[in-house]
C-alpha cells in the first residue's frame, strides 16, 4: 500500500480514541478497589451494613479505563512533607557555592521570611525579606545597617505626608489619581477579557452532545470469555467496539455541526478581537459545507471497517492487552492500521507494558516500558523503535534507576546518537523531602551542579520574627537621600 494511503488512514486513526472514550463513559458508577482491583469476593464486604453486589461484566467494562490508568499512574509516594512545609515550613534551595535561599512560610498566620545568600565571583551578599500582616521589612547587612520597611498598619496615613513624593519630584495627589485612572482601565480591560472568555467557554457545552452522538455510531458488545495473555489464558470481559465506513462519515460529519455552531455562536466575540474583514461566520461554514463535501467524497471512495477490542480481567478489573484494527481499501488500495496492547495479567505486577503500532506490512513503531527491581534498585526503561523497510531503527531510549536505601538516583535519556543525563538523590519521608542535582551529562561533557532542593515542616515559632526597622514612609528626606548614597557606594 503506498504511504500516501498509509497517511490518511492515520488521519482516521482518531476513531480508536473515540472508542476508547466509551470505555470509561459510566466508570464512576465502579467502585475503587484500592490499587489491588475488584473481584467478586471482594465486593462481598460489608458496607454500612449492606453486602455489596458483585460487578456485572458491563460495570467492569465501563469502570475499566478509568481503573487502569488510576493503577498505572497512582503513586505510593506521600507527599504529607511537602504539603506541610508549605503550610507551615521551611523551603531551601542551594546552587552550589553561589546561592543558598532559606524561605519561611507559615500561611495560617501570612508569615513569609526570605533569606538569600549569594557569591558571585566572590563577592558576597545577604538579603533578607520580611512579610506579615503588620510589616513588610528589607534588610541588607553587608550594604546598610539595620532594616528599613513599611508599616501595614499605619501605610493609609504614613502615605500622603512621605518625604518619598518630594524626593521623586512626585506630586501625591497626582500620582493617586493617575493609579486610580489606570487601575480603572485594567479593572475594565479584565471584565471585557472575562465577558469574552465566559461568552467562548458556553458554547462548548454542546461538545459534551456531539461527542455522544458520536459514540452513539460505535457498536459495543460486552461478553465473558478467555484471554491470551503472555501465553496464557486468563478469565475476561471481553469488550468489542465497531464502526464501518457509513457509521465513521456520520461520526465526523456530527464534529463537522458542532464546529460550525459553536464558531457561529462566537462570531460576535471574535469579531471585536479580529481584524475587521478577517472573520466571518459564513466563510466558516462555507468551509464546513465544503469540508464535508470533501469527506462524502473520500468515504465514496473507502471501504473501511474499525474493530477494537479491550480484554478485561474478570478478577481485577485492569485492562490486560487490547487489539486495534482500522483497516480496508482507499481509492482501490489496501491497508491498515493496526494497534497493540499488552499491560500483563496484572498491571500492577507486570514487569513490562508494550504498545505497537504497524500498517501490517513494512512499517512498525513499537514502545516498550520495562522494569527491574533488584532488592533496594529499581529500574525503569521506556524504549521507543521503529521498524521500515525491513531496517530496525532505535528512536529513544529513556531511563530511570532508584535505590531506596542511598536515595541515589540516576536519568538517561538518548535520541539521534546524543545522551543526556543527570545524577544526584531523591529522599522523601512523612517529615521532609530532598532533591539534589550533582551533576548532568550532555554532549559528552559533564557539568556539576550541585543543586539542593529540601523542604521540611516546622512549627510556626521557628520562623524567624521581623527586626526592628525605619520606617521608609515616615524618614525624613535627608535621611532618604543618605541611605540611598550608602546603596549606590557600597555597589560600586
Not at 532559606?102 to 501570612?110: E, F, I, P
Not at 521570611?113 to 563577592?123: A, R, T
Not at 538579603?127 to 546598610?144: G, K, R, S
Not at 506490512?361 to 521506556?382: F, P, W
Request: charged share 25%; proline share 2%; hydrophobic share 40%.
Amino acid at each position: 500500500m503506498k504511504k500516501s494511503v498509509f497517511a490518511k488512514l492515520l488521519i482516521l486513526v482518531l476513531c480508536f480514541a473515540l472508542m476508547l472514550c466509551g470505555c470509561g463513559e459510566s466508570a464512576d458508577t465502579a467502585k475503587s478497589d484500592g490499587g489491588e482491583g475488584t473481584s467478586n469476593e471482594s465486593n462481598q464486604n460489608q458496607q454500612g451494613g449492606n453486602v455489596q453486589k458483585p460487578e456485572t461484566p458491563e460495570e467492569k467494562a465501563e469502570a475499566a479505563l478509568e481503573r487502569t490508568l488510576s493503577a498505572m499512574f497512582a503513586s505510593s509516594t506521600d507527599m504529607s512533607a511537602l504539603e506541610k512545609a508549605l503550610q507551615c515550613g521551611k523551603i531551601t534551595v542551594t546552587v552550589g557555592d553561589y546561592v543558598d535561599n532559606v524561605l519561611y512560610m507559615n500561611t495560617n498566620k501570612l508569615e513569609f521570611v526570605d533569606q538569600l545568600s549569594l557569591n558571585i565571583e566572590g563577592v558576597e551578599l545577604d538579603v533578607e525579606v520580611y512579610l506579615n500582616e503588620h510589616d513588610v521589612v528589607l534588610a541588607l547587612p553587608e550594604v546598610v545597617d539595620g532594616a528599613y520597611g513599611v508599616s501595614l498598619d499605619t501605610i493609609v496615613n504614613d502615605l500622603p505626608d512621605s518625604a518619598i513624593w518630594e524626593l521623586l519630584g512626585v506630586d501625591y495627589e497626582e500620582f493617586m489619581s493617575e493609579l486610580a485612572t489606570s487601575l480603572e482601565g485594567m479593572t475594565g480591560d479584565l471584565d471585557e477579557l472575562s465577558g469574552m472568555l465566559e461568552g467562548m467557554s458556553a458554547p462548548l457545552s454542546g461538545l459534551e452532545d456531539a461527542l455522544t452522538d458520536v459514540l452513539s455510531n460505535v457498536n459495543k458488545t460486552v461478553a465473558e470469555g478467555k484471554a491470551s495473555v503472555d501465553g496464557k489464558d486468563v478469565d475476561a470481559v471481553i469488550v468489542t467496539y465497531s464502526a464501518d465506513s457509513a457509521a465513521m462519515q456520520k461520526m465526523v460529519n456530527i464534529l463537522l455541526d458542532w464546529y460550525a455552531e459553536y464558531v457561529e455562536s462566537m462570531s460576535d466575540y471574535l469579531a471585536a478581537y479580529v481584524e475587521q474583514g478577517a472573520f466571518e461566520a459564513a466563510d466558516i461554514a462555507e468551509m464546513i459545507e465544503s469540508a464535508k463535501g470533501e469527506v462524502a467524497t473520500f468515504f465514496e471512495n473507502a471501504d473501511l471497517t474499525l474493530e477494537f477490542t479491550v480484554n478485561v480481567n474478570a478478577k481485577t478489573g485492569y485492562i490486560m492487552t487490547a487489539q486495534g484494527a482500522f483497516s480496508g481499501t482507499v481509492e482501490g488500495e489496501e491497508g491498515g492500521v493496526y494497534l497493540n496492547i499488552d499491560l500483563g495479567e496484572n498491571l500492577t505486577e507486570s514487569d513490562k507494558y508494550t504498545f505497537e503500532l504497524n500498517n501490517g506490512e513494512d512499517e512498525n513503531v513499537l514502545m516498550a516500558i520495562d522494569r527491574d527491581v533488584q532488592g533496594s534498585k529499581s529500574e525503569y526503561t521506556l524504549s521507543i523503535s521503529m521498524a521500515e523497510d525491513g531496517n530496525d531503527m532505535e528512536l529513544m531510549t529513556a531511563s530511570l534507576s532508584y535505590d531506596s536505601s542511598s536515595y541515589a538516583y540516576e536519568i538517561t535519556l538518548e535520541a539521534e546518537g546524543e545522551k543526556l543525563a543527570a545524577n544526584g538523590t531523591f529522599k522523601l519521608t512523612d517529615k521532609d523531602l530532598e532533591l539534589t542535582i550533582a551533576s548532568i551529562e550532555a554532549a559528552g561533557e559533564t557539568t556539576k551542579l550541585d543543586i539542593l532542593f529540601g523542604a521540611e515542616a516546622i512549627a510556626p515559632s521557628d520562623v524567624p520574627a521581623a527586626p526592628k526597622y525605619a520606617n521608609l514612609l515616615t524618614m525624613s528626606e535627608d535621611d532618604l537621600m543618605m541611605l540611598l548614597l550608602n546603596i549606590s557606594a557600597a555597589f560600586q
